[in-house]
């Protein structure tokens, strides 16, 4: 077990440039969460899969934003047209079905977009 | 929806002391979950002790202890003999046990144990 893994840890983009993060959970995780977190801040929800399903987005989740979760392992969290607001650390999270009060993040994916 | 309220941004205490954080929450629910996460200047979040809003038995975990209060919807955090690496910015977080199950985090208190 090697916990939730994120990549890339770190990400400097321009300002309008597309960018994706990837997160493994750990292995049989089969809920997925994305939250983000702005500096000073607790995390906000984005969405949630349930294995390949993703059951809920929040209203931050702009239609710039899209997540997948294609064979319900790993997902993938893709934000277009960047911009300067986005800038925040973008933390993954992973549970299993039979104990969905015992969540795991990872260490997160640093955006700054200048 | 529900909300979670840290009011205390910044804490600071010596070595070896005893500390305790405030949390309070707003809910219709009647059964849920409360957490208290831990991150520190490393990022990673990570599970300090969880409550189940049933059961009236305050979590401990180790050094670690909440005084729940569900009437009152106060979920505060002591932490005995606090040690340096304690310090950290902790987050208490509320999660429904039905329906969507996303964590609901409060601004988080920033505790800084001294030498």
């Known amino acids: 077990d090697t916990g939730v893994s994120q990549d890339p840890r770190h990400k400097i983009t321009k300002r309008g440039q597309n960018v994706t993060f990837r997160c493994d959970p750990i292995?049989?995780?089969?809920?997925l969460y994305w939250y983000r977190q702005t500096l000073g801040q607790g995390p906000e929800f984005l969405t949630y899969?349930?294995?390949?399903?993703?059951?809920?987005k929040s209203r931050l989740l702009s239609d710039r934003f899209s997540a997948e979760r294609p064979k319900g392992s790993f997902s993938t969290l893709e934000i277009q047209r960047t911009e300067q607001g986005d800038s925040a650390m973008y933390l993954c999270a992973s549970s299993p079905d039979r104990a969905v009060n015992t969540i795991y993040f990872g260490e997160g994916s640093w955006l700054t977009v200048v | 929806a529900q909300t979670v309220t840290q009011s205390q941004p910044e804490m600071s205490v010596q070595e070896a002391e005893t500390v305790t954080l405030s949390c309070t929450y707003d809910t219709s629910e009647s059964n849920y979950y409360l957490f208290w996460y831990k991150q520190p200047p490393s990022r990673q979040m990570i599970l300090v002790i969880r409550?189940?809003?049933?059961?009236?038995q305050n979590a401990t975990e180790n050094r670690f202890s909440v005084n729940f209060q569900k009437a009152a919807k106060s979920f505060s955090l002591k932490i005995s003999d606090s040690q340096l690496g304690d310090t950290a910015m902790y987050f208490c977080?509320?999660?429904?046990?039905?329906?969507?199950?996303?964590?609901?985090f409060g601004q988080g208190t920033r505790l800084t144990i001294n030498p």
């Open positions: 977080a509320f999660m429904k046990t039905q329906g969507a199950q996303k964590l609901v």
């Open positions: 409550q189940e809003a049933y059961k009236q």
């Open positions: 899969f349930q294995n390949e399903a993703q059951l809920e």
């Open positions: 292995s049989e995780h089969n809920r």
